[in-house]
């Protein structure tokens, strides 16, 4: 799956950036799930990870989190601004599957 170079040696890291990307498997929509799921198990921990630090430094101060967090009610701007944010995730998510899309690399040859 490496593409070497005509001298022989493999491409510098990160040259799939603004190529057709990553390649794992035989089918690009295999390659393109497995990219949306990384970047939905790096979001989901990143979140997990800042939330169970928040927690625990608030807590350290008195503050119950979970309490302000349940009584809160978001106003007109806060629920524009989490929309927004909400959309550009949705967009990064799904963006490996944009990529690769000429039909060429869509065929599946037959294993013999």
Request: aromatic share 6%.
């Amino acid at each position: 799956m490496d593409k070497m170079q005509s001298d022989g040696v493999l491409p510098p890291i990160g040259q799939e950036i603004n190529d057709r990307g990553p390649v794992y498997f035989d089918s690009v929509v295999i390659d393109n799930l497995l990219e949306a799921f990384m970047e939905l198990s790096a979001e989901v921990w990143t979140i997990r990870d800042r939330q169970q630090v928040l927690e625990t430094v608030l807590a350290a101060q008195g503050i119950d989190a979970a309490a302000l967090i349940e009584a809160h009610r978001p106003d007109p701007a806060e629920i524009a601004a989490r929309k927004a944010m909400r959309e550009a995730y949705v967009a990064r998510l799904l963006a490996g599957f944009l990529r690769r899309t000429d039909t060429n690399d869509m065929a599946v040859e037959p294993k013999a």
